[in-house]
């Protein structure tokens, strides 16, 4: 039984329809209080219940907001007797600020998990979440995680043989997450491909620019993060690329959050195409963008089987190839 | 030691001031993502933390992003090893909201005291609660709550022995609470103040209109409710007091939510003055409104009080004079 | 799987019954020290178990005794692996103190959840509870309740365009649940029916007695109550539906409890009928009251149809017809 | 803070005299319907309060009720913000329940242990608890338990260098119990005290009788038990050292339930003297027997000093002398 | 789905093979620091998971780290969203330190409890265990237990009719163990069979030696115990037998721990053989010791069985004969 | 109050005395099956209790020993009474094994957090921890930890002007931890000190070797880690840096755990120092290295002052110059 709140309604469609379902109904009203009410309009009694919910946001669009409308509907879940909730979770909010980088900073991964906890959630499944330690930690319920590099190297198969293709981690902090995806994508190819990253030059200890480790000249670069912001770490990556002579360059990442002026920062000539999922809609971004540059790869097949198996107790690892 | 977040940082400079303390300082981030960072600034080791938070909105003031900024905040304060964490809410959201009116419908009261429990919140005290006995038994932490009804007969106690005065109630689930306000009232005159209120009368099922209970020609009628939302109750109920012949008419409310077209609303000539509190800042009213009708009482006193007894050992109960 | 406590075995007989099923067997014994011992004779491991224990009580025969041998019998089914566990409870005790209503009152339906959820209990039924929020408000675990209304409404269709019948209320505070039934009935007869209640007059801030709120001259008067206690309240209302005129005044409601004088009290010639269900059993009253004036009616289907809902994942919002 | 419920009333006065203080004061009222209410008059706020309640009972007095009267009125106190709250237990109900003995036996310390932790208890304090490895294994809150061994050390001086005394068990289980006391007498006495012992013999499987294990002949016997029941067990150990030539016959154990016939049953000449400690109230005895048998030793100086020493973090272990 | 972690391995595949299984696979490293890692491979999700290991140990070989072993792995176990988790603990570790002997002494049956709990377990299954008051009373999860009784009956069996048969118990604290298969085996034989037991005898408060209680001349005794730790206990108790003119004395205990010089001291000549179970695999005795003189039964059979009924909601009471 | 269990006790002794107080005694008992006792031999109620116990291990001294003897010892002093207890942890145990890199393995961080919780711990305090977010994300009670790195740069102060400095990582995952030194060492050098790290290069998807990145001809390097495990790390990384041209080298690192073959890998001339702090007692070194060539800082002034910190009230935030 399936249910997607709010803006994650038309994804939820998208995975109930692969499992050869309807989404169940549900009611969200709003106040002129500001406050909320959502409700399941159908039995949940000794269901197995996923709730579906990307909490992403921007500075008008609260992931705060999304999150106290999940933790109410999983209450009410709770109270109507589902036997098992699992929040399904394209993206998951603060999961960047996920211990103390200054003093009495919030773990605030840590509190999501408390409070989804508190709430009667029984499982959670995440979508390559930025910082899978700090997730795995905080929760005491059973977490499983999905990962979009199976999209990726699908999407770029048909570079395959074709380019002498790089794989780039835009920082140093995503080499561990361009190195598994390098490796994947290689044994697709046949072929060892070469990995690249920037890297932060620092004078009198204040960051004073970054430089580019390893080599491509001449190359297909494909520069991987788990999510894209304001673009514009990207774009300087990308045109640090096109600096070495990289012939083509591609973004993939599977979060396309796209805030500020993001739009107008990808529009940069130095990326050839942006490759996200639909973890986060990109409504952020105009159609020309959409048409041009930004590939949208669906999610929901990943999601659906994923949700099969957690249902049916199947492996979501096998799933991952792991 | 006191905190307060957001908006609430007026009405807790007010409330420390009065406890011959500063408020603590604390650090609020907003990201462009939507997502946010709050930590304290000072030392909490082992300190009696208080957390000044009303929790009211309006559609584009989600009580749901004050809510988990103040989850978070707590949280966080509890990492820093704060011995003891009280939540300080001027305004309980959801309060309304405390049980199933439909089928599986939210019981938000409880989800709310499930939250704030998880976070790690030791007690807290609220004002005027919507529903008290939703709030006292949902809470597992104790509870504490204090009660406008002072401020309100001070305010009214230039009435005495001037006028015929009469307490009205708008609906018939606020008879308790200004029957309560009634004897307070009349202990302070001296004198037995009657009650009156507003009955709904059905037809066919439907609720057809609503009928004045009670004798308030000649006099001057309190209206008394815990909050005021977008007016339209507390208007009605006055001019129905109007046409019963009633010579003068005040509103007072604890809460003045304000929603929607409220400001229109509460200028109605049937109210000659509107009597809230600062619980939730009047922003949302004109200063011509402001200054002619409603008059805001100041809580802090009262929150200042409340706040030294739960820290020092002393009765909240002996506060309200129970 | 269903066990019946105590005095509540015979109406599990019957409940047990409609489902085709037997009593479970278990062993009550009472020990001269006033401890008692009460197991389960039968294996209940991985078994989804009901505890039928109605926690009436009167001087003699004390709640807090049938609490606690609910408490401990609960228990053992969770030592002996039963899987899952629901208080079927057609009488909830303490329901009427759900509140502080005195300065550091007990927040009793708080405590009775806390203790069953200690125990190990994994959901409870209820039927007609006086307070609802505070029961959904106190629980963790998931809460379902059942209504006596269709019973009623079941029982007086005989009067269907016979005569002319009015709703009444005995006090203010069971407006709402008169309303309710007044719908459904009304609905049934295919008619409007009014509804009337008794309203408190003070004087001086003391209750100086009560007036008839309604039209009920010459009317059919259903007088509704959740419980009826020692039967003053009922008796009272009927006296003054007699005065302003009633033909024929009922009482009904769900559970009869019968103390102190009560069987004198209900005697009285204003009550031509008292309507009650079995939820506590009419022992207290004298053959003669029970040929001649109190109706029983049977609440066995109604928790059989909702106990099996309960174990095969059916909706008991269905059942009410919400 | 000291709260004394109930019939523990005078013992609790006894305890907060000697430690300056009168009890704190309470409400208990009893309703109709066999519901009550307790709550505390004063402030407890921030305060180390200690509930003293004996939860003994007989046939007519049930356990279960004062049980529930206590958890319920620590439930009042945690709401009413008691910062410590220890249950002080002169006697501990089920105590000898503490064991599955049949298939699917309720394990009874341990759900005591669970419904008081639920309510809010922070520490427990017992009295010669009948088995002190349950106790300690079922509570998660910190236990502590003192032990009338002192009481009839002192009660037993005036023995001292008058007869030969032999301390005696009146079952196997009691051993070891019987064992502690001799040891201590005799270092009291500066004399090695033999021990004796009754032991059941058997035929085919049966109890066929009881044996004297043990050299009583010409002594002083004094039978140490935790406690009395019905008093046939003390009577029949007396009686088989009187066989065996015993000049006296004492029988000493903490708690004097007497249930059943046990006034009847311990006015035998076998028996000398009674001694007992007000752990329960005598109230089931005759004035006679008060006089001429049964001693009650006070055993409120024991209480009085073990909470001092809870209040301001002294050793218990020290007050036993262990 | 059956996993048996390091040396209960073999004891595992044994149970695994009579319910037709083979043991689940896991990976068990050990790293240079001390440090391990223990994780299942093979998908558990939504599985009935039983994870035997036998938490006994010697000087060289820690049952602490036996039991982290255990605790981890059923972490990952619940982290891998196993649906239920039964440890199944041939032998318990530090049982025999079940209450405080001395004060501030662990409660260590108890903190065993907390951290199984704490790390996932759902149930609990036992083999005779040293306190079962303790072990009962500390779990929160329902616990169950095997007993080795049906085995040493059976085992014995061959001595029906043959010879006088007396059962005997090596010290007091184990007459009720002892008592309990003379019952059985007498209804076994057909025969009531008398008990024995050895006895402390005290001299100025110094235990100064021990006496054996009962008839055991021309006899063959069993001595029954719930484990041979040193061995002394039973060859000091066979001693006495044969000095008392018994002809054979056999030692009959469930877990065969032998440590320090145990391997010497059974191979005593008092007793003729010595009978355990598999529950520790009996590594520490030579060969010869193994071929000549014990006797180990397998309790893989009883084991596999109380597995089965647990997870198909079968009875242990009944398969215990109880 | 200051308890050290095992090896720790004389860092404890060492932390006592700077804090004048004397190590609280407590008793451990090692029994020949392995099993321990440890109580503590002081009261301890309504204290601020301190138990100190570096969990490190090495093949035969397992860290899983060490963990239940802390453990069982928290549990002890809470049924003690203890008003707090903080578990102060030099080296923590797993913090290496702190997420999934293989499917299903364990989150050894979360699950050591859920036992140091189920055993009473009100708080942790840790050094260096290995994974900070991990750390931080397991635990529900507050954490603090210190840090070497004040210890460090005092050590070094010596360099201040004589040599050109740089810091280096032995590793890209050190690098965060290594900018933190050569930030603070900067600043008290008042020079801007260079970064240098080693990396790995690929081919064809295996390490083929690693690079070093940075400038160190000429210069005195200090290679920063956490932990020396092996040693083999720290010697390559130095090896690198003298082939680079660097006159000297020197190793720092928190925890010197020296396992396996790390005497004889770490006398490697490359290094001209090693310098750790005695969170793990360098025992497993001749006297020979340790005179000539590994210095050990001591830690326990940092902790002595922590500790005061904590129980006082005071920030560590501050301590640690953040």
Redesign the interface.
């Known amino acids: 039984m399936i249910f997607a709140l709010g803006a994650s309604r038309p994804f939820g469609e998208g995975v109930a329809a692969l499992l050869g379902l309807s989404l169940a109904q549900h009611e969200e009203r709003?106040f002129?209080?500001?406050?909320?009410?959502?409700?399941?309009?159908e039995?949940?009694?000794?269901?197995d219940v996923f709730v579906i919910h990307s909490l992403?946001?921007?500075?008008?669009?609260?992931?705060?907001?999304k999150?106290?409308?999940l933790?109410?509907?999983i209450?009410?879940l709770?109270?109507?007797?589902a036997a098992r909730i699992t929040a399904v979770l394209p993206y998951l909010?603060?999961a960047?600020?996920?211990?103390?980088t200054?003093?009495?900073?919030?773990?605030?991964?840590?509190?999501l998990?408390?409070?989804l906890?508190?709430?009667g959630v029984h499982?959670v499944l995440g979508f390559d979440v930025h910082?899978?330690?700090?997730f795995?930690?905080?929760f005491?319920v059973?977490?499983?995680h999905v990962e979009a590099k199976g999209l990726f190297v699908e999407y770029f198969a048909e570079l395959k043989g074709v380019e002498r293709v790089v794989v780039m981690s835009p920082d140093?902090g995503g080499?561990k997450r361009a190195e598994a995806f390098?490796?994947t994508l290689?044994s697709t190819f046949g072929a060892?491909i070469p990995?690249a990253f920037m890297?932060k030059t620092?004078?009198?200890?204040v960051v004073a620019g970054e430089t580019l480790?390893g080599e491509v000249g001449g190359a297909t670069v494909i520069i991987l993060d788990d999510l894209i912001?304001?673009g514009t770490t990207m774009v300087r990556a990308a045109g640090a690329c096109r600096e070495r002579g990289a012939q083509r360059v591609f973004a993939a990442a599977t979060h396309g959050?796209f805030?500020?002026d993001a739009a107008k920062v990808i529009a940069d000539d130095a990326l050839e195409k942006v490759v996200i999922t639909d973890s986060v809609p990109p409504f952020r971004l105009n159609d020309r963008l959409l048409r041009d540059k930004v590939v949208v790869l669906e999610a929901a097949p990943l999601f659906a089987e994923a949700i099969r198996?957690?249902h049916?107790?199947?492996?979501?690892?096998?799933l991952l190839g792991?």
């Open positions: 709003d002129e209080d500001g406050e909320h009410k959502t409700r399941p309009l039995n949940v009694r000794g269901r992403y946001g921007d500075a008008d669009d609260s992931p705060n907001d999150l106290i409308r933790l109410f509907f209450g009410a709770k109270d109507a007797s909010a603060y960047r600020k996920d211990r103390k200054k003093p009495r900073d919030p773990v605030t991964t840590k509190y998990a408390r409070l906890e508190a709430a499982g910082n899978l330690q700090a795995q930690n905080a005491s059973p977490t499983d140093a080499v390098r490796q290689g060892d990995l890297e620092r004078s009198a200890g480790v912001s304001t959050l805030v500020g198996r957690i049916a107790g199947g492996s979501i690892v096998e792991d």
